[in-house]
């Protein structure tokens, strides 16, 4: 089974400080991506990388960075929190090739900013 | 405007019963995946569809690239079906477009 680990669960950060999330996958997958997910509201994608030491902006980077240091491990980064970044962040990771593209998701990581 | 539409946001079955969820895309989709966001708030996955259909157990997806949407049907709803199903789309190459979810609540 494959298994996605976030941490932290929850945070609660202030506007202008900087915020680091992070995930670890032992899928051995290529491909790790970030989403945030708004009350009521489907995912949307942040960035995502499809090998160490590069990422790739999705949908909506504007606000944040990531950081791949290897295939393991890929983090979010916050460098001046805002109130608007209230949300669950969740990172997935999958492989290519047809059925390995299905996304295995973190258990998410709930992030308040005041 | 969205690029995957949900319908219905919400629902509500009596348990034994049959429903189906549906998405429409404005967007090229190539392929289609399903999830459940269960209470908790995990997100599991149920299918990755290329066009065509798949079935597991109660449950049965389908996917028609030509007229732009996918169907998720619910067999014999059971309690712990309830939660909220998104579907996710992807048209250009590493991006999936999410809908707004089906909030399913399943009643005794």
């Known amino acids: 089974e494959a298994a996605v680990t976030q941490s932290p669960r929850s945070k609660v950060a202030v506007t202008g400080g900087k915020v680091t999330l992070s995930c670890h996958q032992t899928?051995?997958?290529?491909?790790m991506y970030w989403y945030r997910q708004d009350t009521g509201h489907g995912l949307r994608l942040i960035h995502y990388?499809?090998?160490?030491?590069?990422?790739e902006k999705g949908d909506i980077p504007d606000g944040y960075k990531a950081s791949r240091p290897s295939q393991e491990n890929f983090s979010l980064i916050l460098e001046l929190a805002s109130l608007s970044q209230t949300a669950v962040y969740f990172c997935?990771?999958?492989?290519?090739?047809?059925?390995?593209?299905?996304?295995?998701f973190g258990s998410g990581t709930r992030l308040t900013v005041l | 405007g969205d690029k995957v539409k949900q319908s219905p946001s919400a629902l509500s079955l009596q348990e034994g019963t049959n429903s189906a969820l549906r998405c429409n895309f404005s967007?090229?989709?190539?392929?289609v995946q399903w999830f459940l966001q269960n209470p908790r708030g995990s997100l599991i996955n149920l299918f990755y569809?290329?066009?065509g259909t798949k079935e597991n157990g109660r449950l049965k997806s389908a996917f028609d690239s030509k007229e732009s949407y996918s169907t998720l049907h619910i067999r014999d709803a059971q309690l712990e079906d309830s939660g909220t199903y998104f579907c996710?789309?992807?048209?250009?190459?590493?991006?999936?477009?999410f809908g707004s979810g089906t909030k399913l609540t399943v009643e005794p």
């Open positions: 996710a789309a992807e048209a250009n190459y590493n991006v999936l477009y």
């Open positions: 967007i090229a989709a190539t392929t």
């Open positions: 997935a990771s999958s492989d290519r090739g047809g059925d390995a593209e299905t996304l295995y």
């Open positions: 899928n051995n997958h290529d491909y």
């Open positions: 990388s499809y090998v160490a030491d590069s990422t």
């Open positions: 569809l290329v066009p």
